[in-house]
């Protein structure tokens, strides 16, 4: 049952008061998965066979989906991010950027549409997707070497991957952002090439410390190259500047030989930055969660799905279980704890 909350004065939270946890983190942002699958299957997200893929009838339908953007709006949020699993391979993903580009805030605002995508159906959707209001992009991208992407992602698409970035230089979607996830004896040596090929294609280089997300709990910390590691091999090609005023941006961000081009790492393991952290999640099976590596989940689709509920009464739901989330935030990840418990679900069924 959802819990009361307080709202930034104190007071008893309702419906349109900001979604402010008991440390006192505004959450702005909703990452939205939309499926669990995906074209790739990377090593350090899931297995190559025997994955156990979500119910279609569990999967939140265009209409489920909007309806709780549009109460996650009303109470603050600004931006949703679509991710998947891979968000390109749902048959309707025009139809929901369109749909929630349409949304706004109390203040009138639309709300900001981003994406996190492998980039490989971009050339194909990427010009009805900006039409339909995408605002931003992510492509991931841990490797430029043919033979390297085939082993880490266990399929022969780079050049897809590749053609699906050039489709998004030219877009002029911006800011532009390629990930990577830093891997040691994978892409290490690889780290100074991919930031030059970000700056050739118009775009930054976000590097990510590897984190316990697999299905296969097969994290191993000692194949993780940290936020030091990136920046010391960096450095022996550019001069680094630190950005000030990073928020709640989950990505530090350098400045290569003074700028304008910058470099980000996320350094959820070496340098957690959970103390501005503003995001939630919510599942592509309809499950709230307010930190990648929580163990616990608020399930909206009894909520979504009541026959016999007034429309009313599933919005005021909806609201209350947001809140509900947002109250059982704790103030970290406890990542670095010797108790730290990894998530049951892989990256793929948590969204990004």
């Not at 930031?195 to 296969?216: C, K, S, T, W, Y």
């Amino acid at each position: 049952m959802p819990v009361a909350a307080a709202s930034v004065d104190g007071g008893a939270a309702t419906m349109g008061d900001p979604l402010v946890d008991t440390h006192g983190r505004v959450h702005r942002d909703l990452r939205i998965s939309l499926t669990d699958r995906c074209s790739l299957r990377c090593t350090y997200c899931m297995p190559e066979q025997g994955n156990e893929w979500l119910a279609k009838s569990s999967i939140l339908t265009v209409d489920e989906i909007v309806r709780i953007a549009r109460v996650a709006a009303a109470d603050g949020i600004t931006t949703f991010r679509l991710t998947g699993g891979e968000p390109l391979l749902r048959a309707d993903i025009v139809e929901v950027v369109r749909r929630l580009a349409a949304v706004t805030g109390a203040d009138g605002r639309p709300v900001q549409v981003a994406m996190t995508t492998n980039g490989i159906r971009l050339p194909q959707l990427l010009p009805a997707l900006v039409e339909a209001g995408l605002d931003r992009l992510n492509i991931s991208i841990d490797t430029l070497r043919g033979d390297r992407f085939h082993a880490l992602t266990r399929r022969d698409r780079l050049d897809d991957v590749l053609a699906g970035i050039a489709a998004a230089q030219a877009s002029g979607l911006r800011p532009l952002k390629l990930n990577a996830v830093a891997m040691r004896g994978v892409n290490e040596d690889e780290l100074v090439e991919l930031v030059e090929f970000a700056v050739a294609h118009g775009a930054q280089m976000r590097f990510i410390e590897q984190m316990p997300l697999d299905a296969g709990h097969t994290w191993d910390r000692s194949r993780m190259v940290t936020q030091d590691e990136i920046l010391t091999a960096l450095s022996a090609r550019w001069a680094l500047t630190a950005v000030p005023g990073r928020g709640g941006a989950p990505a530090a961000r350098w400045l290569l030989d003074g700028g304008p081009h910058t470099v980000g790492v996320i350094a959820s393991v070496t340098a957690p930055f959970c103390g501005d952290c503003d995001r939630l999640r919510l599942t592509a099976d309809g499950q709230l969660r307010n930190c990648l590596f929580s163990t616990t989940e608020y399930d909206l689709l009894p909520i979504l799905r009541a026959q016999t509920s007034p429309g009313g009464a599933v919005d005021a739901g909806i609201d209350g279980m947001l809140r509900s989330c947002v109250f059982g935030k704790l103030p970290g990840h406890a990542i670095n704890d010797p108790a730290f418990l990894q998530p049951a679900r892989g990256m793929n069924a948590i969204g990004g």
